[in-house]
């Protein structure tokens, strides 16, 4: 069945650093890929995504692009600052939306 | 856009009462409105999904008769955890999908953490 492989954290950085996220996902069909941010006590926010093959989606400096040879959509920012801190959140929906995917999460700290 | 709100965003209950939970699409209709839950520390977990005028479907595991979902109109679905115990403390998420194309794409709430005493 559909499935979402995301790295492992927690990941800490230094404010400024290159940050990336990986994310690979096995799926029927053609899904979609989203990256969702959830700050602590909050809800889930849609950060980025992308409906097919070599999009790339991005948003606040972050990016990821829909890798369909390598079944990957990791997530990449060139900077990161403090209030980037959260967990982060790979996810795939299929075809007809009934199904969401989500990765085990990767939580964010970046330190001054 | 799309806009999905849950009330209340909190709540503390005695173990042995019934907690509602409300999930409103804001600026659209949904037919279909899902339910997870999350523990501390981990990723959501489908709990349910809400059709509009039928009945849930559940996933695999999910006690029908703990966790009563009633998906009444177009904007509002409800999760009625029953009898709740300590087990039950646990953050739950309501999530709509938008009718029309991208089919697949979900607005989620900003969830419901329930701790039960």
């Known amino acids: 069945g559909d499935s979402v492989t995301q790295m492992e954290g927690p990941v800490t950085l230094s404010e400024e650093a290159f940050l990336t996220i990986n994310c690979t996902y096995t799926a029927t069909g053609y899904p979609s890929l989203f990256w969702y941010v959830q700050y602590p006590g909050e809800g889930l926010q849609l950060l980025l995504k992308a409906t097919k093959a070599d999009d790339k989606g991005s948003n606040k400096g972050f990016e990821a692009t829909y890798r369909k040879e390598t079944t990957s959509f990791h997530l990449e920012k060139g900077s990161v600052q403090v209030s980037d801190s959260a967990v982060y959140f790979c996810a795939l929906s299929s075809n007809t939306g009934n199904q969401f995917y989500f990765g085990t999460g990767t939580s964010l700290t970046v330190i001054p | 856009g799309a806009v999905v709100s849950q009330h209340p965003s909190w709540v503390i209950c005695k173990s042995g009462t019934s907690v509602k939970i409300e999930c409103r699409s804001l600026d659209f209709q949904a037919t279909t409105m899902f339910w997870y839950r999350q523990f501390p520390k981990q990723s959501l977990m489908l709990m349910a999904t809400?059709?509009?005028?039928?009945?849930?479907?559940?996933e695999q595991g999910v006690e029908k008769d703990k966790f009563l979902i009633n998906h009444a109109s177009l904007t509002l679905s409800t999760l009625t955890v029953t009898s709740a115990h300590p087990e039950d403390s646990s953050f739950y998420i309501c999530?709509?999908?938008?009718?029309?194309?991208?089919?697949?794409?979900?607005?989620f709430g900003p969830g419901t953490r329930l701790t039960v005493l």
């Open positions: 999530s709509a999908r938008v009718p029309g194309p991208p089919m697949n794409e979900q607005f």
């Open positions: 809400s059709n509009e005028g039928s009945k849930a479907t559940y």
